[in-house]
Structures are given as C-alpha cells and as structure tokens.
C-alpha cells in the first residue's frame, strides 16, 4: 500500500469523526515510529514528516559520519565514511547524513502491519469518541431508533450507527417496543465492557421526567422555576415539587399549563403515568400536607429523630392518603425524606371501635403490621374494607385474612 493512500484513508476518518489535526498527526506519527523500531531498534535519530492533506509522508534518518576504523562505527546513529560516500562522493568525516526512506522500503510484511495497527488505532479512536460523546450527554434526553427488542433489552442505534441499550429495568413496564420507531430516554450511564462503549438509557429514572419538565415548560429550562426533587412508579405516578423565586409565577399553574396542556404531553410520553406538581415550601407540615394530596389532614406528629410523621385523617380520607397500592403514600414518603404512618382520627360514633394491638394475643404482630401498612389501625376500619381488598393491598393470605376478620366481627356481635 502506497503512503498517500494509507494516511488519505485515516485523514478522510478523522474528518468524519471530527478528530482534531493534533491527535491525527499524533497517532500517524506513532504508528511509523513503531514500524521503524521493529526494523532499526531506536527511532530517536528519525524526523517524520507528514502533510495528512495531501497524503504525503517523507521519513528522514540521520547519522553522524565516522572513520571507517571507528569503534562507534556499529551505533544506530553512526555510519562510516566508506558507506557515507556511497551516498554523497564528497561527504567527509563529522558531517551529518540525511537519508530519505520510502514506506516501500521497510518491506512488504511491515507495511502491512503498519497498515492493521493503523485500523486497530482508528477502531479504538472510534470507540474513544463514542465513549467520550455520550459520557458528556449523561443525563440529558437522546432519540434512537428500535431496531431489535430483546427479553431483556431493547437495542437502538443513533443517526451515527451507534448502538444504545434500554434495559428491563429501566423501561416503563407499560412501554411497547416497535422495530423502526423513535424513542426517547435520557443517557443514564455509559461504560466500556472489554473495550467497547456500553451506552445504557433510562425511561424510569426521576431524571428523565425533570429533562421533559425542561422540553415542555420554557419557565423550567430559563430556570425561572426550579424543581426541588421528583420520586417515580414508572408508568404509574409521580409527584414533583416545584419551586419559583419569582413571585408572579405560579410554579404549579406554569407546570400544568392552560388546561393541562403542558403536562399532557408529558404525561403520554411516559404512558400515561400520573403526575403531582407540588408547590415546595420549607414549611415542614405544609409539605407533607401538599405531598398526601389529595387527601386532607387533620393533623400531624413529627418525629424527626426517628424520621417518622404520624397523620391523622377522617376515615373516608385514609384511602386517598394511601391511594391505588400504597402508591401515594409511598410517593409522599420518599418526596418528604420521612416516613409516613397514616391514622384514623375517630369521632364520637367511633368511640367504641378497638384499636387493633387490643388483639395482639390473637392475631400475630407482622400481621397487624400489615393492616397498618394499608392505613388500617382499628377493628371496624379492617371490617368495613371487603375481603377481596384486604387481600389485594395486603401480602397476607386469603385463609390469614379470613381468620382475622373472624376474630375481629366476633368482638362486636
């Protein structure tokens, strides 16, 4: 293979791949540097000079002339004066020679060697490039396009051919995959797996709602509205606490938009998955209120040293603090950074209602634990939910639960 073509080939690459002329001559540099070592053992007594726009490459090698009886005679940097003139008639003792040597003239086999760590070096560039772009896009929105769904994985490439990974885990379980279609999802982590760019994305991360929140909602992207945290169930609900330092914007109202239309459009990106925008205050008890939206309380026990707060809500409030599969209450918990135990404020109907560890001697504590994970702390708030729920929102068995509410109705007949 002729100079020209080899260092045209690697030049016109680096072009595409946007590599700067530096780091270009660099590796040329040091692929001919290798490919004179294995041929002279030393490379310190050569210039390399390589014009990579036209294709052309010169080597020089250099070397002091010395009498033909010289004991430096067999230096790598040392020729004789016999040899000397056979280059130049008139050279004498002391001057220096400079020889060109063409690529052709290391031999067949070492070009072409030259030639695969050449393409080994712009493959591992490549990989470099790839790595470096998108360990800098971490946490920001890319499109890709489906082009194999796995059991565990969903593969899709970039407009540049590169491959990108959405794991099971990181899908939204209602998510359905078509080869050819445009997903988006945010850059979650990149790796390299035995020196291979590993580019994995999210749909479930909060990060990905915040990056929407800044696609939809020009207030969030100028920073005029700051969003403080998001917690997620993926595909199912959300809660986002909002802040503004400016007084005449309504961080929630600009959130949702004029009839939801901001939020709508997020909403179906993330397949239909209910979203709370809360508005964040310091104000502890306001917080947690606005957070169990949109149930009401009563009122409330901190206990900051355990990172706990008992609510107490009207009966026909527990539900909605707890919402569909404990989802709102968990929300609410991870969104305020405490625990939150829900409890049923009685009135004076319910004075004769009994408290469930009344019944510890009969009914095992893990399971009274489980009653009071779904807000249920009473007998009659246990008796007045149907069997079928109770099962449902609980991890108990259908013949526990049976023998619970036996217990329990025997108490008021």
């Known amino acids: 293979m002729e100079s020209n073509t080899l260092i045209e080939s690697f030049a016109d690459f680096a072009k595409q791949k946007n590599v700067d002329r530096p780091t270009m001559i660099r590796i040329l540099d040091e692929v001919f540097r290798t490919l004179i070592r294995k041929k002279y053992e030393h490379d310190d007594n050569f210039d390399i000079i390589i014009n990579a726009d036209k294709g052309d490459l010169e080597i020089w090698r250099f070397r002091e002339i010395v009498d033909d009886n010289s004991e430096d005679i067999w230096d790598h940097d040392k020729i004789c004066l016999a040899d000397a003139r056979k280059i130049e008639p008139d050279f004498e003792i002391g001057e220096e020679v400079a020889e060109e040597l063409t690529l052709e003239s290391f031999g067949r086999r070492a070009v072409l060697m030259a030639r695969q760590t050449l393409m080994q070096k712009i493959k591992d560039l490549e990989k470099d490039i790839v790595f470096q772009k998108y360990k800098d896009l971490v946490g920001e929105i890319i499109s890709g396009e489906v082009y194999q769904i796995l059991s565990r994985e969903v593969l899709l490439i970039d407009v540049e051919g590169n491959e990108l990974i959405i794991p099971k885990s990181e899908q939204i379980h209602k998510d359905r995959y078509r080869k050819g279609e445009s997903v988006r999802a945010i850059v979650h982590r990149v790796e390299m797996v035995n020196g291979n760019p590993r580019i994995i994305l999210s749909r479930t991360a909060p990060t990905f709602l915040e990056r929407l ?178 099962i449902r929102r609980t991890d108990l068995e259908e013949e526990t639960v049976n023998n619970v509410l036996k217990i329990l109705q025997k108490e008021f007949e």
């Open 213 to 390: 929140f800044e696609s939809e909602v020009p207030e969030v992207y100028d920073g005029l509205i700051t969003i403080k945290k998001v917690v997620r169930e993926p595909g199912e609900r959300a809660k986002v606490a909002v802040e503004s330092y400016d007084d005449r914007i309504d961080p929630v109202g600009a959130c949702v938009g004029m009839k939801g239309s901001r939020i709508h459009a997020i909403v179906r990106e993330l397949q239909n998955e209910n979203i709370d925008v809360i508005n964040f205050t310091e104000n502890k008890d306001l917080y947690i209120t606005r957070a169990l939206s949109p149930a009401k309380i009563l009122n409330m026990k901190i206990d900051e040293d355990n990172g706990r707060v008992s609510v107490f809500l009207k009966p026909d409030q527990v539900s909605l603090a707890i919402g569909k599969g404990g989802q709102n209450i968990k929300l609410a918990s991870r969104l305020v950074g405490l625990e939150i135990d829900v409890f049923r404020e009685l009135d004076g109907k319910e004075e004769e209602d009994v408290v469930l560890d009344e019944f510890s001697d009969e009914i095992e504590a893990w399971v009274i634990s489980e009653f009071r994970k779904i807000g249920l702390d009473t007998a009659k708030s246990v008796i007045g939910v149907s069997k079928e729920d109770l």
